[in-house]
C-alpha cells in the first residue's frame, strides 16, 4: 500500500512553527531517514523507485511541479528529486529542509547523480565520490578572443587581475569541502560494486587511448565541478580542472562535471547551520554518464553531439554504488548513528 501525506503550505509552515515548541507532539508526522538521497532528475531517480519499496509518499510543499513528492520506505530511506539546475536544486533541497515534515538532525544525505567525467580519471560508468566541490560559474570572465596575448585563458577569479591568481572576494559558495573520513568510507564499502557496462559505451570509449578512458569503469575518489552551463571540449576542460586547482590550493583534483552540486550544498550548509542536519555526514557521488572533453581524431562539436552509451550505465551505476552506501548505514544504523565509523 502506497501512502500519500498531502500537506498545504500553511499547515507546512505551521508544522515547522510547532517543532520549536513541541517536537514530541509531531513525533507521529515527522520522517526522520537515516538516509535521505537527492537526485536531480527522473532518469536518476526512477532506479531508486523501482528497485525500493518506496511506498510513503510525502507531498511537500515549494518542490518541483515536476518532482512533488519525497518517496521513503519503512527501512529509513527517503529519495527527493530537485530537478535540473542551480536554481531548481537549491530551492528543492530548501523546501524540504524547511517543511517540517523531516528530522534529518541524524540522517546522513546521499547526493547521487550523473555527470561529465575527464578520461584521466575515469570512464563511461564510472563512479566518483568526491572531497571538493567548486563552482565554475562565480567568477570573472573575457572571451578568448578580446584577452591579453600571454594570458592562457580569459578565466578570472572574482577581484583577481590574470588567471591564476587567487580571488579578492567571493559569495562564500564557490567551495564546499565535503568529510573526506566519510568519503573515504563510502568507497570502502563500495569499491567491489559490481557496475553495468553496455556495448555501446565500450565501443566508444575505444576512442580513447589510455586507461582509465579505454577502460571498465571503476569506482574512486575525485573532485567535481558544478555549473548550470553543460561547457564541453578540452581546452574548456583543461581550463576547468585549473580552476579547481586554484580555488583548492591544489589539494583538489577534478575528475566530474555536473549541474547542481554547489546549489545543493548551499541548501544544506544552511541548514547545518541552522540546526537541521550535520553538514559532515553528507556524501556525493557522480558517475560518468559522458566524457567532458573529445577524443583524439574527433572534433568537441562531434563529441558533445555523440551518443555515448554511458546514460544507461551512469544512472544505474548511481544506484548501484549508492544503494550498497545506504544499505550498510541503515543496516548498521547502531554504529553509524553515532558519527561515521572508524574501523
Not at 514530541?24 to 508526522?29: T, V
Not at 587511448?209 to 571540449?233: E, F, M, Q, R
Request: aromatic share 8%.
Amino acid at each position: 500500500m502506497t501512502h500519500v501525506f498531502r500537506i498545504s503550505l500553511s499547515a507546512a509552515a505551521f508544522a515547522a512553527g510547532l517543532a520549536w515548541t513541541a517536537p514530541a507532539a509531531l513525533s507521529q508526522e515527522t520522517l526522520a531517514p537515516k538516509v535521505l538521497v537527492i537526485t536531480m532528475f527522473g532518469g536518476e531517480a526512477k532506479p531508486w523507485l523501482e528497485g525500493r519499496k518506496l511506498d510513503t509518499k510525502v507531498e511537500v510543499p515549494g518542490l518541483s511541479k515536476e518532482y512533488p513528492e519525497v518517496a521513503c520506505d519503512a527501512a529509513g530511506l527517503c529519495v527527493m528529486t530537485t530537478a535540473m539546475g542551480f536554481a531548481n536544486a537549491a530551492s528543492s533541497v530548501s523546501a524540504v529542509l524547511q517543511s517540517g515534515l523531516f528530522d534529518l538532525e541524524q540522517s546522513y544525505i546521499l547526493i547521487a547523480g550523473i555527470a561529465g567525467v575527464d578520461p584521466a580519471d575515469g570512464t563511461l560508468g564510472s563512479a566518483h565520490w568526491a572531497r571538493f566541490a567548486v563552482d565554475a560559474g562565480l567568477r570573472h570572465e573575457i572571451d578568448p578572443r578580446q584577452i591579453p596575448a600571454d594570458w592562457p585563458d580569459g578565466v578570472v577569479a572574482l577581484g583577481a587581475k590574470r588567471p591564476g591568481e587567487k580571488p579578492g572576494w567571493g559569495a562564500g559558495t564557490e567551495i564546499y569541502r565535503l568529510n573526506e573520513q566519510l568519503a573515504n568510507k563510502a568507497l570502502a564499502l563500495t569499491g567491489n560494486v559490481e557496475l553495468v557496462d553496455s556495448d555501446e559505451a565500450k565501443a566508444y570509449r575505444a576512442a580513447y587511448k589510455t586507461a582509465p578512458a579505454n577502460a571498465a569503469p571503476a569506482v574512486s575518489i575525485c573532485d567535481t565541478l558544478s555549473a548550470d552551463t553543460y561547457w564541453h571540449g578540452s581546452i574548456t576542460a583543461k581550463s576547468m580542472g585549473e580552476w579547481v586547482s586554484l580555488l583548492t590550493d591544489g589539494a583538489g583534483n577534478y575528475c566530474t562535471t555536473q549541474m547542481e552540486d554547489n546549489a545543493t550544498l548551499t541548501a544544506l550548509r544552511r541548514g547545518a547551520d541552522a540546526g537541521l542536519l550535520q553538514f559532515d555526514r553528507i556524501a556525493l557521488l557522480r558517475t560518468a554518464s559522458n566524457f567532458d572533453r573529445e577524443p583524439e581524431g574527433m572534433t568537441a562539436a562531434d563529441s558533445l553531439s555523440a551518443k555515448s552509451g554511458g546514460f544507461g550505465p551512469a544512472t544505474a551505476n548511481a544506484y548501484r554504488v549508492g544503494s550498497k552506501f545506504a544499505d550498510a548505514v541503515i543496516n548498521d544504523w547502531a554504529k553509524w548513528e553515532k558519527g561515521v565509523p572508524t574501523e
